[in-house]
């Protein structure tokens, strides 16, 4: 295959951070990133790993949009990037599952009901936001796919046999964190 496609068409994309509004009336940030040209695209929802909403982040979510999704990526850290393991624990525990949830919650139906989308949805997590992606593949029925590179699929173990949603979990053969019986599982 060659490096560059002439036929594939790469879109011109804007991105840039937004505010979100939560049903308790509070405000979080996302980063948002989409096609320029009209007509309606598919949506993904990203989710970072502990390290916030990075360059790295930001720059996947243009990738996307440049291949034609619509993609926000609701910042679960409130702007606040860690630059060690200690301070992205911090910024962990900090997080709470259940604000976490709520925030990406917010986003995906902010995203599905963008007049520029087509209403289909898929989840893309990153570390720990891979487990949020199995939360959201097992919770969320209108959510059309999820992919979680990395992250903890334990406490859905029990709801995965009645998930509807397509779920592609991807782990390196080493990974550190997390023990080949609990994949095996």
Same mark, same amino acid.
């Given at each position: @295959?060659?490096?560059? #496609?002439?036929?594939?068409?790469?879109?011109?994309?804007?991105?840039? =951070?937004v505010r979100l509004?939560?049903?308790?009336?509070?405000?979080?940030?996302?980063?948002?990133?989409?096609?320029?040209?009209? !007509?309606? &695209?598919?949506?993904?929802?990203?989710?970072?790993?502990?390290?916030? %909403?990075? *360059? %790295?982040?930001?720059?996947?979510?243009?990738?996307?949009?440049?291949?034609?999704?619509?993609?926000?990526?609701? #910042?679960?850290?409130?702007? +606040?990037?860690?630059?060690?393991?200690?301070?992205?624990? *911090?910024?962990?525990?900090?997080?709470? $599952?259940?604000?976490?949830?709520?925030?990406?919650?917010?986003?995906?139906?902010?995203? $599905?009901?963008?007049?520029?989308?087509?209403?289909?949805?898929? %989840?893309?997590?990153? !570390? @720990?936001?891979?487990?949020?992606? =199995?939360? @959201?593949?097992?919770?969320?029925?209108?959510?059309?796919?999820?992919?979680?590179?990395?992250?903890f699929p334990q406490?859905?173990?029990?709801?995965?046999?009645?998930?509807?949603?397509?779920?592609?979990?991807? &782990?390196?053969?080493? #990974?550190?964190?997390?023990?080949p019986p609990v994949?095996? +599982?």
């Amino acid at each position: @295959m060659p490096i560059y #496609d002439s036929s594939h068409i790469e879109y011109t994309i804007d991105s840039g =951070f937004v505010r979100l509004n939560l049903d308790n009336g509070e405000q979080i940030p996302a980063y948002w990133a989409y096609p320029q040209l009209g !007509g309606k &695209y598919p949506a993904i929802a990203l989710l970072h790993d502990w390290w916030g %909403v990075t *360059a %790295v982040v930001r720059r996947l979510a243009d990738s996307f949009a440049q291949g034609g999704y619509y993609v926000i990526v609701p #910042d679960l850290f409130d702007e +606040r990037i860690a630059e060690t393991p200690k301070d992205a624990i *911090a910024l962990v525990e900090g997080l709470g $599952e259940r604000n976490g949830l709520a925030r990406i919650y917010a986003a995906i139906d902010v995203v $599905e009901q963008h007049h520029q989308t087509n209403r289909t949805t898929a %989840v893309i997590g990153l !570390g @720990m936001g891979g487990s949020f992606a =199995f939360d @959201m593949a097992v919770d969320r029925g209108d959510v059309e796919a999820a992919v979680a590179f990395g992250g903890f699929p334990q406490r859905n173990f029990g709801r995965f046999k009645t998930c509807k949603t397509p779920l592609l979990a991807l &782990y390196g053969k080493q #990974d550190p964190h997390i023990a080949p019986p609990v994949l095996e +599982r």
